[in-house]
């Protein structure tokens, strides 16, 4: 059973989120938070695997609230999808680089939430590649770079694991990848697993930002 926490401060939206989840066998809303102090409480105490997380609420935000869960060892099996009405904005990119594992519009279809929902709980990224790249593009690609840290920074990575970050920038799954590769998507399970540990990056999503932050994948290209 996947156990969900739906933070966002419009009631109404919340309680539809909730019928739409828990009429899946295998999800379980077990809280609701208005604010993000509340939300950060609530994935204490109810142990939830995935929270759905809005970006603009009262008091404590969402991105803060983010940075919390994702920085707190004890909560380190928890996931953080962004709520957000505006899929290419400023404070997305940042929810990424604080631990968030993607982001999903507030104008989804119900089965682009379910699956987001579970992709998360399976240590996913919930980033269509479309979104990615125009994200990317305005934000991370502006402003100064620093082609000598970047380059340190990729340094710790083999030729293989560098090619495979590059693929997973660019949206690419393990199966992709694992196809144009010609090796078996355990394989490149490995590589991605070993990318992560070596740059620091908690998850999938935040690869994907490492690979256009260090120039290894250019918006465009």
């Known amino acids: 059973m996947i156990r969900v926490v739906l933070a966002d401060d419009h009631a109404l939206l919340r309680s539809a989120f909730r019928v739409l989840l828990e009429s899946e066998p295998d999800l379980e809303v077990v809280g609701e938070a208005s604010d993000g102090e509340e939300a950060v409480k609530l994935v204490r105490e109810e142990g939830a695997d995935v929270v759905l997380m809005d970006i603009r609420m009262p008091g404590v935000d969402g991105l803060t609230a983010t940075r919390r869960i994702t ?39 119900p089965a682009e939430l379910l699956q987001a929902v579970r992709l998360a709980a399976h240590g996913e990224a919930v980033l269509s590649p479309i979104a990615t790249r125009g994200l990317i593009t305005r934000f991370l690609a502006r402003g100064d770079t620093d082609p000598a840290a970047h380059a340190q920074r990729l340094a710790a990575l083999t030729g293989r694991e560098r090619e495979v970050l590059a693929w997973v920038g660019g949206g690419l799954s393990n199966d992709e990848i694992a196809e144009l590769l010609e090796v078996s998507p355990l394989t490149v399970k490995t590589h991605v697993n070993r990318a992560m540990t070596k740059l620091g990056a908690r998850d999938r999503a935040q690869l994907v930002v490492i690979a256009y932050e260090t120039g290894l994948v250019r918006p465009g290209g």
């Open 71 to 109: 920085r707190d060892p004890a909560l380190a099996q928890v996931r953080v999808v962004i709520l957000t009405t505006f899929e290419v904005e400023e404070y997305v990119v940042e929810a990424l680089r604080a631990g968030a594992c993607g982001f999903l519009g507030k104008g989804a279809e």
